[in-house]
């Protein structure tokens, strides 16, 4: 694992859910974070998290992002 993927890890196992979400909504196309074995781990942390959620809290997390900027 390189020094950048060591940080971008960090980064994913100290993000909330609803970090991780909004990062995941709107990031751009070819972002670093979703690339190989660092978008596997994202993948996997996020659906974990998300796991421990209601699906209530899910919703009202997706809602206070919105999509593209765009809130509910």
Partial sequence: MTDEEKLLARWIDNA??????????????????????????????MAEQKRLLTESEQVKISKEIGWNGHKS
């Fill in 16 to 45: 909330t859910y609803k970090q991780l979400l909004e990062r995941w909504r709107n990031a751009p196309s070819g972002d670093r974070m979703f690339v190989g074995s660092v978008g596997d781990y994202y993948g996997y942390i």
